[in-house]
């Protein structure tokens, strides 16, 4: 069974920085892209980040480059995203999802706010 577990969400405030993991099992870490996609109170789910299996190439969207960093450990076979200077509009639940989404977390709920 495909298992992704999302943690280290919470309460931040504007400026501030948060890193989530995301633990993984029931595939096959080293060979699989992985996605960091989040969901906003009332808008459709938006693609945030993409690292490739090897951790050799990621990409971000134009609202997150430059402050969100995603990363891998295959050896842990755990997903990271390290977000910094976040604002109000990074507010959103965000979910780690493998490369052929067919597998997604339950999801780690981010709230910037003073």
């Known amino acids: 069974e495909v298992q992704l577990v999302e943690s280290g969400g919470g309460l931040v405030q504007p400026g501030g920085s948060l890193r989530l993991s995301c633990a993984t099992s029931g595939f096959v870490f080293s060979n699989a892209d992985m996605i960091w996609v989040r969901q906003a109170p009332g808008k459709g789910p938006e693609w945030v980040s993409h690292?490739?299996?090897?951790?050799?190439?990621?990409y971000y969207s134009s609202s997150v480059k430059g402050r969100f960093t995603i990363s891998r450990d295959n050896s842990k076979k755990t997903l990271y995203l390290q977000m910094d200077n976040l604002q109000s509009d990074d507010t959103a639940r965000y979910y780690c999802?493998?490369?052929?989404?067919?597998?997604w977390g339950q999801g780690a709920q981010v709230t910037v706010s003073s």
């Open positions: 999802v493998r490369g052929n989404f067919a597998s």
């Open positions: 690292i490739k299996s090897s951790g050799e190439n990621t």
